[in-house]
């Protein structure tokens, strides 16, 4: 399937966002750690890990901060959310 141009700029945008540190994303949004593993697809220790004091603290990969770079786009533009959804059909 072809995308269309509407899609075809779309899908720069998603490309073009930058990634977003947990600790960003926490201060834009109140969102439990729970819910960030889940947007994240992992586990509940690996977050709490990202926001851990001294040498238990670790450096989430890009791709959850991608992940929570897609969250807060959403987030953000939620009040669009139908007219993105009727794009992805």
């Not at 490309?15 to 992992?42: E, G, K, M, N």
């Not at 851990?52 to 450096?59: D, V």
């Amino acid at each position: 399937m072809r995308l269309n141009e509407t899609q075809a700029q779309l899908l720069e945008q998603f490309l073009a966002l930058p990634l977003l540190s947990p600790d960003d994303f926490i201060a834009r949004w109140t969102l439990s750690y729970r819910q960030i593993s889940q947007i994240c697809c992992c586990s509940l220790s690996t977050v709490e890990h990202w926001f851990a004091e001294g040498a238990g603290r670790r450096s989430p990969a890009e791709s959850y901060q991608k992940l929570l770079a897609i969250a807060d786009f959403l987030l953000s533009n939620g009040e669009s959310i139908h007219y993105w959804q009727e794009l992805w059909r």
